[in-house]
Every structure is written in structure tokens, then in C-alpha cells.
């Protein structure tokens, strides 16, 4: 790897433990493991994805599909997917070395073709996600005959992750960088400015990982109970009482198989999104 693909691929998994560190209701992290998983094999699977992810020049289709094999055969589950299929359009944004990571982003995604399409595809049915079923058109299981752009345009509706493709990742650049810079200028630990982005990426919107397995009911429940924590947060209400809450919660989605999945991906793309800026030429550059 070159230096700047390790200094990328150090800040990928530095994103990533820094979300492990937040105790993100329903998902796994430090605080509590969760869904047949633990917070080692995430931890692992940073490490053994960072590689394949951010290797030089690699497309992002490649990217993806290596770094799923790698976690793969170092944890035997999908413990990576969604931070995976988020985070290699950032790593090959930021070889660019441009000053505005956000307009390379674009770029980036402006080149993926039909080859990236069947990279992915393969990386997907290999991962094997909950509640991945068929489509009607550009289903996984079948040949790629679209760019990847163009297959991630058609699940846009039903999945956040896939909206970030055709949306320039809005979602990352426009709620969870600002969520995240927001909570950094408070003399706070760390984990509570992933917490806030996470909550804020929750209670925003459904979670589509939610509604997959469980349902539009659940997943607008859970938004809702969200939004009441995220209130709590911006109110600098970060005492013992907050954390026992918000475990409580923890413990009682994780009893129903509830996990907000796509949120914790977000955050840690806007994780690795904030950090990467700090190896740009610019610390002007836009957001």
C-alpha cells in the first residue's frame, strides 16, 4: 500500500472503532454485544476490510467485493456490509487528494459502470444481508446489465444505503458531519459524538434495515423513541441517568431482534468522512 492508502485505510478503522465506542441502541458496540455478534469480530473485520478497501487505484466495485471476501474468512458472517458499500466510494474519493471531498465523492460515483454492478452483485449474495429477497429488475442473483449507479438508483426507496449512490451521499455530508461536528466542539467524550449522529441518522428517518425485517410500524416506532433521546442530547442531558436509559433501550431492541442497521452504517461513513479530511490538502475544504 502506498502512504496515502494507509493513512486512509488507518482512518477507516478508526471510524470504525469510533462507532463501536458509542452505545448505539440496538446495535453492537463496546458497551454490549448483540444479534449472534460481538464487538471483537467488528473490530476484526475493520482491520481485515481496511486493506482491500482502501487499496490504491482499486475500483470500487473491487473494493467492495475484496473487502467482504476478507471479513469473510476472518469472522465467517456479514458483520460489514452497509459500512463496506458506504465507505469505498469515500476511500477512492479521498486518493484524489482534492480540497472538496465531497465533489470528489461525485466524481467517483459518476465513473461506476456495469463492471462495479457485478462486483457488487457478487459481494451482496456473498454477504448474504437480512431481508435481502428478489427484485424485479437488477435483482443480485442475476448478471449485471446496469452501472452500479444505476442498479443502486432502482432499490433507492427501500434502501438508505443505496439512495446514498444517486443522492451524492447527502445523507452523510448534510445531517451526519454537521451532527458530528456539532457534538466535537463539547467538552465531551468522544462516543457521544457518533451517539448523536447515530440517534440523529435514527430519528431523521425509518431505518431501512428495520423496515426489511420488521416492518414500516416498527421501524416509525423506533424513529420515534429515537427522536426523544436525540432531544435529550441536544439538551447536553449527558448524565449517568441518559446512558442507563439508552441501554435499557439497548437491551430491550436487542430481546426483539431489532437492529437499526443503516443507521450505524451512516455513522460511520460520516465517521470516516470526518476523518478523512484531515488528510486532504485543504482543511477548507467543503462539506
Known sequence: MTVLSERIAAAFVAACRDELEAPKPGNVHLFADGHRMT????????????GPLCAGGGRVGRRILDAVEATLRAVGTNTNLGIVLLCAPLAAAAEAEAPDLRAALARVLATLDKDDASLVFRAIVLASPAGLGRAERHDVFAPATVTLREAMAEAADRDRIARQYICDFADVFDLGEPLLETALRRPADAKWAA??????????????????????????EVRRTATAFHHRMQAADRDDDLIADILRWDADLKAKAINPGTSADLTVASLFAHRLRNILPSACNSG
Open 39 to 50: 464487538a471483537a469480530e467488528f473490530i476484526r473485520s475493520a482491520e481485515v476490510a481496511a
Open 195 to 220: 451517539l448523536a449522529a447515530y440517534l440523529g441518522f435514527l430519528s431523521a428517518f425509518p431505518d431501512t434495515h428495520i423496515v426489511r425485517k420488521h416492518g414500516p410500524a416498527a421501524a416509525e
